[in-house]
C-alpha cells in the first residue's frame, strides 16, 4: 500500500484482496469487472504445492515428471484467465528459489527444473504480446528473499526488504509512467572520447582500442532509442563542418538520419536546446539533457527548470553503464507503434514544409493545398488500441482539459453506450503522421454532442486537422451544437486560441459552438477524407 501511495500521491488508493492460496479461482472471480489494476504476483507452490515447503509429502523423484505435466496444464488456463481479464494486469513470475527438490546438486540446473523454467516463460511470452499485461523483472538478489521462518509461521514467504523491492516494482508498473520523449546530447567527451575540433574527425574514438567503449556503448544505445521512435537531437559548441566529417565515418554507430535537429554552432547551449524544443515542439520536463560538463548542464537548468540533466561520466565505465541503465527506464515503453517509428520523419517533413511557409504558426493556404493532406477518420471504439489513450495521456498543448485516464477508466468510459471515440491519422506529401487526433465524448441528445476529450500531436499544428474533427463530428451525429468540457491548464493555450477563434469569446467550462456558427467561421476546409472502422454513433 506505502508503494502505491507513493506512486500515486494525488489519488485515494484502494486494494481488493483475493483468497489466500487460489490464484485461479480468484481470477475466474473478476468476471467482467474492471479495477485500474489486476495484481499477480506468482511463487513456484502457486504453480504446484510441492514446489514449495508448506505441504509434506510431495517430494519424490518419480513425481518430479507429473509436476512438470500439472505445472503445463495449471499454466495453460492461468494463461486463459488472465487473457480474459477486463483490466489491465501487471504480473510477477517466481521471485524464490525452487526447493532442493531436485536429484541435481543445487549449483546445478537439472532437466526438469529447465522444463518447469521454459513452461513459465512460455507462459509469459504468450501473454506479455498483450499491451495491456505487463511482466515485471526480477532486481533483487536471492540471498535477501526468501524467509523460512514468517513463510512456515504464516504463510508470508518474503523477508521485508525483498518484499517492500517487489512491491515497488509492482507499484512502477502500475502507474505506467509516461515516458520522455526526447534526449539531447552534447558531442565531445560525451558521444565519442576527445574535442574533435582539436583532435580532428578522424581522431575521436568510441571503442575498445582507444579505452573509449563506454562511448561507443552511448552510441549504440542512442541509435536504439532513435528506432523505437525516441527523439534524438544534438547540442553541441563546435565547428559544424568538423562534426558533419565525424559522423561521415563509416563506423560511427549513431547514424547522422537519427539525429533531428543538429544544433552545432559557437552560441549558447541554453539557447541551442529551446531551438530543439521548438523543433520537437515538446516541452522541456519530456527531455533528458546528457553532457559530460557540469557547468553546462548547470546552465541549462538554469535556463529550462524542468529538464533532466544528467552529466556524462567520461572516464568512469560503471558510471557510464549506470547512466545507460536509467536512460532505459526513463525512454522504457511497452511497445513500439507505428507513430513512434515515424515520429522523427514528420517532424523533419514539418520542418520542411515550414521552411516553405511564410504564414507563422499555421500553414498557409497555398501550402496546404499543394501538400495534398488526407485525413482518416475512424470512430470504432476499441479499448486494447494504446494508441488513443497514449495520445490523451501524454498531450499537453492542444487538449482541452488535460484529463488523464488510467487504462481501466478509459476502458470503463468507452464501454458505456452513450460515448463515442474518435482518432484521426493523417498524411500528406511530406510523409505521413500517424494517428494524431482524439476526441472522445458523449451524444447528449438529438441535438447536442458533449466532447469531454480532445488532443491533438504537436506534429499536426497548423494544418486546419482541429477544423476537420469538429465538422466530421457534426456530419456524424447531426447535432446542431458541440458542447466542450473545456478547462484552462498552464500548458493548453493552442487549444485555447482555436476555441476562442470559433467561439469569437474567451472559451469557458461547458462552451457550446453551434453548427451555424462553425460553416461561419470554419476556415477552408483542404483536405481529402476517408472512414475507417466500425459505427458506434
Known amino acids: 500500500m506505502a508503494e502505491l501511495r507513493g506512486a500515486f500521491p494525488a489519488r485515494h488508493v484502494e486494494i481488493t484482496t483475493g483468497e489466500y492460496d487460489n490464484i485461479a479461482g480468484n481470477l475466474a472471480d473478476l468476471g467482467d469487472r474492471r479495477y485500474d489494476a489486476v495484481v499477480l504476483v506468482l511463487e513456484w ?102 524467509d523460512v521462518r514468517s513463510n512456515w509461521a504464516a504463510g508470508f514467504p518474503y523477508q521485508i526488504a525483498h518484499a517492500s523491492a517487489l512491491a515497488e516494482l509492482l507499484s512502477k508498473s502500475v502507474q505506467n509512467a509516461q515516458p520522455k520523449k526526447g534526449i539531447i546530447t552534447d558531442l565531445d567527451n560525451t558521444l565519442w572520447s576527445g574535442i574533435v575540433g582539436e583532435d580532428g574527425a578522424s581522431s575521436v574514438a568510441w571503442d ?56 552545432v554552432n559557437w552560441g549558447s547551449k541554453a539557447e541551442s536546446i529551446s531551438r530543439v524544443l521548438g523543433a520537437w515542439s515538446v516541452d522541456a520536463d519530456s527531455v533528458i539533457f546528457v553532457d559530460d560538463d557540469p557547468l553546462e548542464l548547470a546552465s541549462v537548468k538554469a535556463a529550462h527548470p524542468s529538464m533532466e540533466c544528467l552529466q556524462f561520466p567520461a572516464r568512469d565505465p560503471e558510471g557510464i553503464y549506470a547512466l545507460i541503465v536509467s536512460l532505459r527506464d526513463a525512454f522504457g515503453r511497452n511497445a513500439i507503434s507505428h507513430e513512434d517509428e515515424i515520429r522523427r520523419e514528420s517532424l523533419r517533413a514539418r520542418s520542411l514544409a515550414a521552411a516553405s511557409n511564410n504564414a507563422g504558426e499555421a500553414f498557409s493556404e497555398i501550402l496546404l493545398e499543394d501538400a495534398g493532406g488526407e485525413l482518416t477518420f475512424d470512430f470504432a471504439k476499441d479499448a486494447n488500441d494504446p494508441r488513443p489513450l497514449e495520445l490523451i495521456n501524454k498531450t499537453n498543448q492542444f487538449n482541452l482539459n488535460g484529463k488523464r485516464f488510467t487504462e481501466g477508466k478509459w476502458a470503463d468510459y468507452l464501454s458505456q453506450g452513450d460515448t463515442f471515440l474518435l482518432t484521426s491519422a493523417y498524411r500528406d506529401k511530406f510523409g505521413a503522421l500517424g494517428k494524431i487526433a482524439v476526441v472522445a465524448g458523449r451524444v447528449e441528445s438529438e441535438q447536442q454532442v458533449c466532447v469531454d476529450t480532445w488532443v491533438l500531436s504537436c506534429r499536426a499544428f497548423g494544418r486546419r486537422i482541429e477544423h476537420h474533427c469538429l465538422n466530421a463530428l457534426f456530419e456524424k451525429f447531426g447535432a446542431r451544437n458541440i458542447r466542450f468540457a473545456y478547462e484552462s491548464t498552464e500548458r493548453n493555450k493552442p487549444i485555447t486560441r482555436c476555441l476562442t477563434d470559433l467561439l469569437e469569446t474567451t472559451p469557458k467550462s461547458g462552451a457550446v459552438l453551434s453548427a451555424s456558427a462553425f460553416q461561419v467561421r470554419c476556415p477552408k476546409l483542404l483536405h481529402r477524407i476517408n472512414m475507417d472502422g466500425a459505427d458506434n454513433g
Open 208 to 263: 575498445l582500442d582507444h579505452r573509449a567503449q563506454g562511448h561507443g556503448v552511448y552510441q549504440q544505445f542512442l541509435s536504439t532509442l532513435a528506432q523505437e521512435g525516441v527523439l534524438v537531437a544534438v547540442a553541441s559548441k563546435n565547428d559544424p563542418d568538423v562534426v558533419a566529417e565525424a559522423f561521415a565515418r563509416k563506423d560511427i554507430l549513431l547514424a547522422r538520419d537519427h539525429v533531428f535537429p543538429f544544433e
Open 45 to 146: 507452490p502457486d504453480i504446484d504445492p510441492r514446489l514449495g515447503t508448506r505441504q509434506l509429502g510431495g517430494w519424490s523423484p518419480r513425481s518430479l515428471s507429473d509436476i512438470v505435466d500439472r505445472a503445463e496444464v495449471f499454466l495453460e488456463g492461468l494463461e486463459d484467465l488472465v487473457a480474459a481479464s477486463a483490466s489491465p494486469v501487471v504480473a510477477s513470475l517466481p521471485t524464490l528459489p525452487l526447493p532442493p527438490l531436485f536429484h541435481t546438486a543445487g549449483w546445478q540446473a537439472g532437466t526438469h527444473e529447465l522444463q518447469l523454467r521454459e513452461l513459465l516463460y512460455r507462459f509469459a511470452g504468450a501473454l506479455s504480446r498483450n499491451p495491456r499485461i505487463r511482466f515485471i523483472r526480477e532486481q533483487t538478489s536471492q540471498s535477501q528473499r526468501l
